[in-house]
């Protein structure tokens, strides 16, 4: 029996939360064999993920308070299973429900709410809430703000019954999408992939000045397109690579922006996009491959602008390179390349066509075969590593759901109320015919409601809101839907709850709000690049070859020259006043047109220029360099060796 934080989790708990999770595992890819009914398999996902949630940190050692969480566990449970059994009985006679169906569907609204408060925080059960106090009270608002009267019954029918509410279409995408790729996401770990990306990322970049910064970026950005959850991200990768950083006299705040930073952007890096692609693609109904396509340009901005933040401020920090004793052989990395087979697989066939869920579906069973041969003397290893993998991936799968669950709710209100018109109308008279200030004004609200939210649950709840609008304002539905989604993948390192950072800031012991701000630089590009893209459809790939390729080289160039502004430094350090030249000249070259490209080029130009002429002559050797010692290297050792793959299953 353990305590923790007034809970109490009993020996009892965790095998049923373990036993459980599995049974959903298996739930999960059965349907994806045999597609069930929509209803069944809604049901059956936020039934176990319900108790999943509510039994995984135990009960309350108040009695009073453990009551309340049991009765409300079981009417949300009953709910969840009324809606399988009777879902087409009860949408026949939706406004006619009986007692004791509204009562169970007020109790799977509250036990929604409180699932979502229990794993994500006050944030969006706040905002929910306030949607819900919309619905109920709203008759009493004056003029337009107002909404007709409803009964409690048509309130509970829409939200339980809806394809608008909480078993609706964010719902279905958390139970097909999100569950496989998060299973593929747990078995490509158990797998020891994700230590195998970052030995091949430090061997790429390893000989580079500051190279487990840059090799940082480099295996975030793999593992974390494919986790889709930053925070995740960041404490699996980041647990080797922040320490390595810091050996090399990286500063924690720094260290820990970086990697926030980097993990971050994996949720962009097309194809897989952490599952953003195929989210976006139910909501918008536009090809998967058109988005993937689209979102090329705008990924290699942001990996470039990090990346090239990273390279100046090492450059400029004075940071050494790692020993090259420590660097693995190509020969070492080709005896663990068999582990990235599955992460490789999955990608060339998604990109051949075939559906991203089949996809994710012949990459984890190629996963599981490769925990097979690898542990192949000791059966009772790979069946143990089978169980943790599918349980892990249920596990985590339960904040995301909760989240779009609840986001459901808000869709609900938003439908049931026209409160989506009328915000769009809303967006229309602020910005009065100045687009440029509705864009602005979706971007603080993707950036507020996606700070304590999953990135799915962000993007479907602000694209719900705003999405129509930008579409009114002449906007094509692919350049608002990336708009947002960009913007709600930031929101994760945006000051003040810049939750990656504050990972990151754990991590590295440093201080979570400059490291949240020095993300923030890092990752600049992301910010301003969205904005450009709706002006500029070439970024998006959209348009001749030429017209694209142009766009890109100028993306780049533009995303370069941010990192090289936010770390004032080229070959020397740059003052205060040429970084803002610099920023004005990157933003010229993400802006679309020759003239402007022309005038960026100049600025960015005379500032290299400028920069190479007051770079002192006769360095001596880099002070960072003569200041790494053999209890340094020592410690580089031992972190490096933590990422060794060993095949002997007898020694796990």
Not at 18 to 35: D, E, G, P, S
Not at 103 to 114: D, E, K, T
Not at 142 to 164: Q, W
Request: charged share 10%; with cysteine; hydrophobic share 55%.
């Amino acid at each position: 029996m353990k305590k923790d934080l007034n809970r109490t989790t009993y020996p009892w708990m965790k095998k049923i939360v373990f036993v459980l999770a599995l049974v959903l595992a298996v739930i999960h890819v059965l349907n994806i064999l045999f597609m069930f009914p929509n209803h069944i398999i809604l049901g059956l996902h936020l039934g176990f993920l319900m108790v999943l949630i509510f039994l995984r940190k135990g009960l309350p050692n108040n009695k009073l308070f453990a009551a309340f969480e049991i009765v409300l566990l079981l009417l949300a449970v009953a709910a969840c299973v009324n809606y399988s059994v009777n879902y087409v009985e009860m949408n026949m006679r939706a406004t006619r429900l009986r007692t004791y169906e509204v009562i169970l569907g007020c109790a799977i609204i509250l036990a929604v709410l409180y699932a979502t408060y229990r794993t994500i925080g006050m944030g969006m059960t706040a905002i929910a809430i306030v949607f819900l106090l919309y619905v109920f009270f709203g008759q009493y608002l004056p003029g337009a703000a107002g909404h007709a009267k409803y009964r409690l019954m048509r309130i509970v029918s829409h939200m339980y019954l809806s394809a608008s509410g909480i078993f609706g279409s964010l719902l279905s995408i958390s139970a097909t999408y999100l569950a496989i790729f998060t299973l593929f996401g747990t078995f490509l770990e158990n797998c020891d992939a994700s230590n195998a990306f970052i030995r091949l990322a430090i061997k790429a970049a390893g000989k580079i000045k500051g190279g487990p910064a840059l090799a940082a970026v480099i295996a975030s950005c793999l593992f974390g397109m494919v986790s889709g959850a930053p925070v995740v991200n960041v404490v699996t990768t980041g647990t080797i690579t922040i320490p390595l950083m810091e050996s090399l006299g990286i500063a924690p705040n720094i260290a820990g922006a970086i990697e926030a930073a980097a993990s971050t952007g994996g949720s962009i890096m097309p194809p897989v996009m952490g599952a953003g692609a195929f989210v976006m693609s139910e909501v918008t109904s536009i090809p998967y491959s058109q988005i993937v396509k689209a979102a090329i340009i705008p990924a290699l901005v942001y990996f470039i602008g990090v990346g090239s933040g990273v390279f100046f401020h090492v450059h400029k920090a004075d940071i050494a390179c790692l020993d090259k004793s420590l660097i693995p052989t190509w020969k070492e990395i080709g005896r663990e390349v068999y582990l990235l087979v599955p992460f490789v697989m999955l990608l060339v066939l998604i990109l051949a066509g075939y559906s991203p869920i089949y996809s994710a579906l012949l990459a984890i069973a190629f996963s599981i075969a490769l925990l097979s041969v690898r542990n192949y003397r000791v059966p009772k290893e790979v069946v143990r590593k089978l169980g943790d993998a599918m349980a892990r991936g249920s596990r985590s799968l339960a904040s995301i759901a909760s989240g779009l669950a609840c986001a459901g709710i808000i869709v609900g209100a938003v439908t049931l109320t026209g409160l989506g018109g009328k915000f769009v109308n809303m967006i229309l008279y602020v910005s009065n015919s100045f687009p440029f200030l509705a864009l602005v004004l979706v971007a603080l609200a993707c950036l507020v409601l996606g700070m304590g939210l999953p990135t799915s649950a962000a993007y479907v709840l602000t694209a719900t809101i705003a999405g129509p609008a930008m579409t009114k304002l002449g906007y094509s539905t692919l350049a608002s839907h990336m708009f947002i989604f960009y913007f709600a993948v930031v929101a994760v390192i945006t000051p003040p709850v810049a939750i990656t950072a504050y990972a990151g800031a754990g991590i590295a012991k440093g201080d979570p709000n400059k490291t949240g701000w020095n993300a923030f630089f890092f990752a600049l590009p992301a910010f301003l690049c969205p904005f450009m893209f709706m002006y500029n459809s070439a970024l998006l790939a959209e348009g001749n070859f030429l017209e694209v390729l142009w766009a890109g080289i100028t993306a780049v160039i533009g995303a370069v020259t941010i990192g090289a502004a936010t770390q004032g430094y080229v070959v020397s350090k740059v003052p205060l006043m040429l970084r803002g030249v610099m920023l004005i000249g990157a933003f010229l070259l993400l802006k679309p047109g020759m003239l402007t490209d022309a005038i960026g080029f100049a600025l960015v130009g005379a500032i290299v220029v400028y920069s190479m002429l007051t770079r002192k002559r006769g360095m001596s050797a880099p002070a960072a360099d003569r200041q790494i010692t053999e209890e340094i290297i020592e410690t580089q050792k031992h972190l490096l060796d933590q990422l060794k793959v060993n095949d002997d299953p007898k020694n796990e």
